[in-house]
């Protein structure tokens, strides 16, 4: 039981390249969600997936698209990236969308 | 707009000292004070709380939520360098959680 797992673990990218940021989870969890978290602002929620087929915007979801492909995988994709994208994105899962989350390792972004 | 707010920002106590981390929040449709402890890279969890006065227990750490005074408290008994970590409180209104900004904890041995 693995958890909530993310790839990559660790990228670098140059300003305007795209990337996919891949997160699993084998809790049988219904919502998952996608956070950044920067110095001193805490973490900020970008999408979240209430229900598998379903997205929605959180606080910051500009420059961002998610895809909720099933029930266990939810990607954050970036299109154009940009320097202010720089942060560290958690993904979480729970079993519904008003109960606890679990949060993956994080994967840590720099954009050069 | 709902905000969440942690004070203090950090704190450096010694092994064996008792501390008292703050959370108040300010949200509307309130279901739920989650705290969570993060060391170098994800949150773990530690407690969710949804109503007053009922002290949740785990260990040195106990929590506390006081839904009319819109605040939580989080306390760790015989600190030990291992609970050193940010402290995360977030509240879930609605369909997302609100984080505060976190409690920097350093425990000196």
């Known amino acids: 039981n693995a958890g909530v797992t993310q790839t990559p673990k660790f990228q670098v990218l140059k300003t305007g390249q795209s990337m996919t940021l891949q997160c699993a989870q084998d809790?049988?969890?219904?919502?998952m969600y996608w956070y950044r978290q920067d110095p001193g602002m805490g973490l900020r929620l970008i999408y979240y997936s209430a229900s598998e087929g379903t997205t929605d915007k959180g606080e910051v979801p500009n420059g961002y698209n998610v895809s909720r492909l099933n029930k266990r995988e939810f990607s954050l994709r970036l299109e154009s990236a940009a320097p202010s994208q720089t942060s560290v994105y958690f993904c979480?899962?729970?079993?519904?969308?008003?109960?606890?989350?679990?949060f993956g390792p994080g994967t840590r972004l720099l954009v050069l | 707009e709902d905000k969440v707010v942690q004070s203090p920002l950090s704190l450096v106590v010694h092994e064996g000292d008792t501390v008292t981390l703050n959370c108040s929040y300010e949200?509307?449709?309130?279901?739920?004070l989650l705290w969570y402890k993060q060391e170098k890279k994800a949150p773990t969890f530690l407690f969710m709380l949804t109503s007053s006065g009922i002290e949740k227990k785990s260990g040195r750490l106990s929590s506390i939520l006081d839904k009319k005074e819109l605040f939580s408290i989080l306390n760790i008994t015989a600190t030990q360098t291992g609970d050193s970590a940010v402290y995360l409180c977030?509240?879930?209104?609605?369909?997302?959680?609100?984080f505060g900004g976190g409690t920097r904890l350093m425990v000196k041995p």
């Open positions: 809790m049988n969890h219904n919502s």
């Open positions: 949200v509307t449709n309130f279901r739920s």
């Open positions: 977030a509240v879930n209104a609605g369909n997302m959680l609100t």
């Open positions: 979480a899962s729970g079993r519904e969308w008003r109960e606890t989350q679990y």
